[in-house]
Nanobody
Framework: QVHVVESGGGLVQAGGSLRLSCAAS????????IAWSRQAPGKEREFVAS????????YYADSVKGRFTISRNSAKNTVYLQMNSLKPEDTAVYYC??????????????????WGQGTQVTVSA
């Protein structure tokens, strides 16, 4: 089983950048696609991005395309979410998780489980 811990959140002005990290434990990390999601106060959790096992396929929500980039470093058991041109509406708690099944990838939240505790991202206007 893979456990994940998110980090890298913080307070940034609109137009700024942050890089989130999703550090995973467990030798089977390299077998799983990883996704990022976010949840703003009073809103449902939404899919942000995902990356396949080998990093060759990535998926993004329309709201972050062209601004966010997901990547993975299997040697470090870490997945990153580079967030550029941040907007106040990006303010949320960001979570990462592994896909339910090894080797598979999807762009839907219900394909992933064992979400971490999250990291807060706040973008001021």
């Amino acid at each position: 089983q893979v456990h994940v811990v998110e980090s890298g959140g913080g307070l940034v002005q609109a137009g700024g950048s942050l890089r989130l990290s999703c550090a995973a434990s467990g030798r089977t990390f390299s077998m799983y696609a990883i996704a990022w999601s976010r949840q703003a106060p009073g809103k449902e959790r939404e899919f942000v991005a995902s990356i396949s096992v080998n990093g060759g396929s990535t998926y993004y929500a329309d709201s972050v395309k062209g601004r966010f980039t997901i990547s993975r470093n299997s040697a470090k058991n870490t997945v990153y979410l580079q967030m550029n041109s941040l907007k106040p509406e990006d303010t949320a708690v960001y979570y990462c998780a592994t896909h339910v099944n090894p080797w598979l990838t999807s762009d839907r939240l219900n394909g992933y489980n064992l979400w971490g505790q999250g990291t807060q991202v706040t973008v001021s206007a």
